[in-house]
Structure formats: structure tokens, C-alpha cells
């Protein structure tokens, strides 16, 4: 008996080895990537010809210019086949350029007019100068204000478009550079009369200015902090430490609330028609810039203030 155990024993021990090892399931094949091509058709806006067609176009393709630069395709309410309309916007000039040659010429412009240049006035007044104090004031404070802005296109904006049709520059520059040579033309007059209530509205204008001008640089220096270098991320602005920047709380661009009191406060300082008419002016065009930019901010975050007013605290 012990014997035939033993055979049965090394039988079944052989034939469990000669069972082969199961073999490892062979993985599922992985799923393909499944990868979406459009079709672009790209049209001139005013003939409607057919300039280009982009066929198998990714969903990274960003869109062009006439959309914002960080449009996605794949969001964009289209199908698979997508047409774009192509303008030709012309030369183009960087808006630093722009924002330099608007700031450089009034303030090279009304130097001349200060200095009384010839052919400017009558000959008998060539590079004389004014006996009234206000307009030696008037012309540190016309300098100081362009000054500051060539420095902060230089060293603080961050200019988020990058070009703008090379027309507009000669209209920029056309108005500031007209206005300036307008208003200089008369505060540097040799028949120039000074304001009315003397010396303490002087003094008064100096004050509102000097005040709206820190204002508007602190406001330019918050909107600098309020992203880096390079991003597009838009963020509400708050207002920070500095107490000239708590006007977030009421306006959505307080930069132009600023800019508009100083223009007031050189008004009052110099009580110069050319010069009120220049603030009004400037007062219409930054209103049209603060309400579309207040629109925007309503538009893109559902949680902005909605106690902000777009330039005048609790009126416009």
C-alpha cells in the first residue's frame, strides 16, 4: 500500500508539472487619444474673398487679433468648420510709442510758448519772460504733469494692447499737442492777466492739483501691483494701504477722477478759457473710457462692487 501511494504520489506530482504557468493577461490596448481638427476658412472683412483655408487646425489655435489673444478655439461658438474674417489694420505703432510722442510734444510745445521763441509773439517780447508768478507756476506744473507721464509710460504702465493703427497717432498727437500750443499760447502772453481773487486761488488750483497728481500715481502704481509682468488674468482692484487709492472703494477708475481734478486745479490756478475748455473736453473723453471699463469689470466678475460708480463717486 505504502508503495503504490508513493506512485500515485510522484504521478500526480509529475503531471502537475507538466502543467504549463499561466500566462499574464495581455493588457488592454490604450484607449486612442481622441483629437478634434477644424477647418478654418479665413475671409477679407470687406470683399469677402477667400484668403486662406487652414485645414486640420488644432484645438490650441488661438484666434487672431480681432479676438482677444487668449481665445481658445475649441470655446468659441463654432462648429467644425469655422470662418474667420481677416482685416488689414495697416501699419501698426506699439501704444508705448503713442502714449510717448501724445506726452513729449505738449510738453516740448508749451517750453516754446514759456520762453517766448521768436515769431510767437510781437518781436519786442522774444525771449522775455512774464512778471507774474502764476505763470512761472503754471509752467512747472504743465512740465510736471507731462513728465510724469512720459516716466510712468516708461517705467510703470504695462500696457496689456500691443499696437494701434499708425493714424492714430497723428490724431493722439493732433489734440494734445493743439490744445497745449492753445493754452500756452495765452498763459505765456505778455497781456496775460492774472486770476481774479489773487493769490489764494492760486494757491487753491496748486493744491487741487498737487493733490490729484499723487493721487493718479498712486492709482498707477496699485494698477501695476494688481498683476505680473506679462499675465492677462484680470482681477477686481482694491484699494491698499495708500489712502489716495481708498477712492476704489467708490469709482472703478479713479485714475481718471484724479487726472480730471488736476486739469480742474490748473484751471482755477491759471483762469484760462483754453485751459477750461480743455478739461471739459478731456472730462467727455475720459467718462466714454471709465463707463466701458466700469461695463467691463460689471461683466467679467459677478462679485464687483456694486457700489462703484465709473468716474464721479454716486453721479456718473
Known amino acids: 500500500m505504502d508503495i503504490l501511494a508513493l506512485e500515485a504520489k510522484s504521478q500526480n506530482g509529475a503531471e502537475a508539472e507538466k502543467k504549463p504557468t499561466p500566462k499574464p493577461k495581455p493588457k488592454a490596448p490604450k484607449k486612442a487619444k481622441r483629437i478634434v481638427y477644424f477647418e478654418v476658412e479665413i475671409l477679407d472683412l470687406k470683399t469677402k474673398e477667400k484668403l486662406l483655408l487652414l485645414d486640420k487646425v488644432s484645438l490650441t489655435f488661438c484666434a487672431a487679433k480681432c479676438l482677444r489673444d487668449e481665445e481658445v478655439l475649441q470655446t468659441l461658438p463654432v462648429g467644425t468648420t469655422a470662418s474667420f474674417y481677416f482685416s488689414d489694420l495697416g ?187 480743455f478739461t471739459i473736453v478731456a472730462f467727455v473723453q475720459m467718462t466714454v473710457w471709465a463707463k466701458g471699463k466700469h461695463r467691463s469689470y460689471l461683466k467679467e466678475f459677478r462679485d464687483y462692487p456694486t457700489l462703484r460708480s465709473s468716474i464721479l463717486p454716486f453721479i456718473l
Open 91 to 277: 501699419p501698426q505703432l506699439t501704444w508705448g510709442t503713442v502714449f510717448l510722442a501724445e506726452c513729449v510734444g505738449p510738453l516740448v510745445l508749451y517750453l516754446m510758448f514759456y520762453f517766448r521763441l521768436p515769431f510767437i509773439y510781437s518781436p519786442k517780447y522774444d525771449f522775455t519772460s512774464s512778471k507774474h508768478w502764476v505763470v512761472h507756476l503754471a509752467c512747472m506744473c504743465h512740465s510736471f504733469h507731462y513728465i510724469k507721464r512720459v516716466l510712468e509710460t516708461l517705467f510703470v504702465h504695462r500696457i496689456s494692447h500691443g499696437t494701434m493703427p499708425l493714424r492714430n497717432i497723428f490724431k493722439n498727437c493732433g489734440y494734445y499737442w493743439c490744445s497745449a500750443a492753445w493754452m500756452a499760447y495765452y498763459i505765456n502772453h505778455p497781456l496775460y492777466t492774472t486770476p481774479h481773487y489773487g493769490q489764494q486761488q492760486v494757491n487753491a488750483g496748486l493744491y487741487i492739483f498737487l493733490f490729484c497728481q499723487v493721487g493718479n500715481f498712486s492709482i498707477h502704481i496699485a494698477l501695476r501691483n494688481l498683476k505680473a509682468q506679462g499675465s492677462k488674468v484680470k482681477k477686481i482692484p482694491y484699494p491698499t494701504k495708500n489712502p489716495f487709492t481708498w477712492i476704489f472703494w467708490l469709482v472703478s477708475c479713479p485714475n481718471y477722477t484724479y487726472e480730471l481734478g488736476s486739469w480742474i486745479g490748473f484751471t482755477v490756478m491759471t483762469q484760462c478759457v483754453p485751459v477750461a475748455f
